[in-house]
C-alpha cells in the first residue's frame, strides 16, 4: 500500500473528516490518480503509522478518514548515522536511496581530504535539497516510519563534535581490512542486541580514502577502526554492508 | 595494488621469466601505464595469487617474474548463487557489481513471470557477455580470487533442475518480510558458520516481484521464503543485504 509522510503530528488528528495535507494530495490524487475509497499509508512527524481511506476528492483539496493505527516495528534498534567523504558522481544519491532502505538514521557529507570532486557552497545546499528528497521517497517505498535526515558538515572537527555523546564510533578503514580486522563490527552487533548501544555513528571515505591525518584525528576522538570483510568495498558499498549487517544482527533472529 | 586475472593456470608458471599474458599487457601497459619494476597481483585459474613485478616490457610484449605467493583468505566460506528475474534499467549491472564485492559466487538471470524489460535471446548474449566483463573488474578492484560466472537461464524451471544438490535454497519474499519471517537467514548464517553448508541459491524476483506460481513452484523444489528485515527493499539492494549479512556471519567474529 502507498505510504506518505506528513509534517502533521497524530495529536493533530482529532476530527473525523481530516483534510489530505497539499503536498501529498498532489502525489496521490494528480500524480497517482488515487479515488474515493483508495487506502493508504500515512506516517506522522511524530512517527505513528496509520491505515487511512480517501472519503472525499474535488479539484483542490481530498478528505480522509482513519481505519486504523498500525503498529509494526521497521526501525533498527540502533540508530546508525552514516558520514560520508562526498565522492564523484551520482553516489551520495545512490548512498542514501540504499542506505534508507537498509534503515540508516541520518547521513552526513562532507569535503573530506582525498575527495576528488569537493562540494561548493552552492552546491552543498541543492545537493543537501535533493538527497532530502531521495531519502523521503525511499522511506515511503521501503515503508519506514523514519525519513533519515540528511546533513552538510563543514569539516571533519564538525563531524566530531556535533556527535561527541554517540554511543559507538568507528571508522570503515581499508587498511583494517587489509590487517584482517574482524572483531569491531560483532562487538557492535553484539552490544546492539543487549542493548548496549542505541546510536552509532560510522565514517566512510571518498573513493579516495582516508587521509592518514584524518584517520589520526578520529581516532583520538574515539572512533575504532572497523575491518567490513575480506574483500575491498567500494565508497558507495561500504555503508550498505555496515547497515545490512547490523540488521541482520539486530532485527533477524 | 593492481590485481589481474589470468586464464593460465599456476602450474604453468615454471620459468623464472614469464610472458604477460596478452590482454593484461594492454590493460597494464597501455591503459595503466605499468613500467619496469612497477609490481601487481595476479590470480591464476586454479585461484593462485601471486606477487609480481614487472621484468622488460617493449611494444608488444611484457615479461614478469613472480616475487612470492599471497595466501590470503578473502572468499566466503558459503559459495552464494544469486538468480534474479531481470529488472528494467541497469539493475543487473548493478546487483553484479556490487554482489562481486561482496562476495558472490554466481550470477544467474532470468525472465520471470513479472518481469517488465524482458530479455529476448539477442540481448541475453550481449547482456551476459557484458555482465561477465562487469564481474571481472569488480572482481579485481575488490580483489578476490574469483571471477564470479554470470549465467542466463531459459526458465525456472532450468534454475531449479541445474541446481538440485545446492546445500540450502531460499527465495527472498516480500509477504515474508511483511509477515516478520526472522529465522531462516539466521539459519543459514549458523549453518554455515558451523561448516554445515557449502553452498547457496538464492532467488530474488524483478522490480514487479515474485509471482505466487513461481513461489509455488519454489517451495515444492525445497527453496525457503526468507525475509529479509523489516523494511521493504528494492530489487537490486535485496540480494546486497543477503550477501553483506552472510559475510558479516561467516568471516567476521
Known amino acids: ?40 499509508e500515512l506516517v506522522t512527524a511524530d512517527e505513528k503509522v496509520y491505515q487511512c481511506r480517501l472519503t472525499k476528492v474535488d479539484k483542490h483539496e481530498g478528505q480522509f478518514t482513519i481505519i486504523k493505527a498500525i503498529d509494526r516495528e521497521v526501525e533498527m534498534p540502533v540508530k546508525v548515522t552514516i558520514v560520508c567523504g562526498v565522492s564523484k558522481g551520482d553516489k551520495a544519491e545512490e548512498i542514501v536511496k540504499k542506505g534508507t532502505q537498509l534503515g540508516a538514521d541520518r547521513f552526513i557529507f562532507l569535503n573530506s581530504r582525498y575527495s576528488v570532486a569537493r562540494w561548493k557552497s552552492q552546491k552543498q545546499i541543492k545537493k543537501i535539497k535533493r538527497l532530502q528528497t531521495i531519502a523521503l521517497n525511499a522511506a515511503e517505498q521501503s515503508h519506514r516510519n523514519h525519513v533519515p535526515e540528511v546533513e552538510w558538515a563543514n569539516s571533519l572537527d564538525d563531524v566530531i563534535m556535533k556527535n561527541a555523546d554517540t554511543d559507538f564510533k568507528v571508522v570503515a578503514y581499508e587498511e ?7 572483531t569491531v563490527l560483532a562487538q557492535i552487533a553484539m552490544q546492539a542486541r543487549t542493548k548496549g548501544l542505541t546510536s552509532l555513528i560510522a565514517f566512510f571515505g571518498p573513493e579516495g580514502g582516508i587521509a592518514p591525518e584524518e584517520i589520526k584525528q578520529l581516532t583520538a576522538a574515539d572512533y575504532q577502526c572497523a575491518g567490513l570483510g575480506p574483500r575491498i568495498l567500494r565508497a558507495e558499498t561500504a555503508p550498505l554492508y555496515l547497515l545490512a549487517a547490523l540488521s541482520f544482527a539486530t532485527e533477524l533472529e
Chains 1, 2 share one sequence.
Request: glycine share 0%; charged share 30%.
Open 1 to 40: 500500500m502507498q505510504r506518505f509522510f506528513t509534517i502533521q503530528k497524530s495529536t493533530e488528528f482529532k476530527n473525523e473528516k481530516l483534510l489530505l495535507p497539499q503536498e501529498i494530495f498532489h502525489h496521490a490524487v494528480d500524480v497517482l490518480r488515487m479515488k474515493i475509497d483508495d487506502q493508504f
Open 176 to 182: 583494517s581490512a587489509k590487517q584482517n580486522e574482524k
